[in-house]
């Protein structure tokens, strides 16, 4: 498997919602891998090796909103990447549903932002070029998602 240890690659400078982040994706990739029911995963995730400088609320409603619309969320990027959702890597997978449960759900997030932080999860624990693969189809979904965001970002 291409993807790098979800417990390795210590970053600086890591703010509290980009270790929410980091965890959310890390639980699932749980989630993916062994199918097992989001409270499992919340509680094996928030016992892991630094949680404590995570911000707990925001990688709650991260993990939970993105398992529960996982459906609506796939639907939403399926037509944007190039195979079938189940030949994406797990890596990609994750990060593409936390990107579109931002983009959907986190207006308050600017979309450049998670598109950005969807990109750092992917160069962090991804394949070599999994990061431009995540930034093309958030790219894209970004319009559909949050139509008068990017039109006004474009008239810049």
């Known amino acids: 498997m291409n993807e790098k240890s979800l417990h390795a690659n210590p970053s600086k400078n890591r703010t509290?919602?980009?270790?929410?982040?980091?965890?959310?994706?890390?639980?699932?990739?749980?989630?993916?891998?062994?199918?097992?029911?989001?409270?499992?995963?919340?509680?094996?995730?928030?016992?892991?090796?630094?949680?404590?400088?995570?911000?707990?609320?925001?990688?709650?409603?991260?993990?939970?909103?993105?398992?529960?619309?996982?459906?609506e969320l796939r639907a939403a990027f399926a037509p944007l990447v190039d195979r079938g959702i189940g030949e994406l890597s797990p890596i990609e997978h994750g990060v593409l549903l936390l990107g579109a449960y931002e983009l959907k759900n986190q207006l308050d997030i600017p979309y450049r932002v998670v598109i950005n932080e969807?990109?750092?999860?992917?160069?962090?624990?991804?394949?070599?070029?999994?990061?431009?693969?995540?930034?093309?189809?958030?790219?894209?979904?970004?319009?559909?998602?949050?139509?008068d965001e990017v039109a006004a970002d474009k008239k810049r």
């Open 118 to 147: 969807a990109v750092e999860l992917t160069k962090s624990f991804g394949g070599i070029d999994g990061h431009k693969y995540v930034n093309g189809v958030l790219d894209k979904l970004a319009p559909r998602l949050r139509a």
């Open 16 to 71: 509290p919602r980009h270790r929410a982040r980091e965890f959310a994706l890390q639980g699932l990739y749980q989630w993916l891998l062994n199918n097992e029911d989001a409270k499992t995963v919340v509680n094996n995730i928030r016992a892991a090796h630094g949680f404590d400088k995570a911000d707990g609320e925001y990688f709650a409603a991260l993990l939970y909103g993105a398992i529960e619309q996982s459906v």
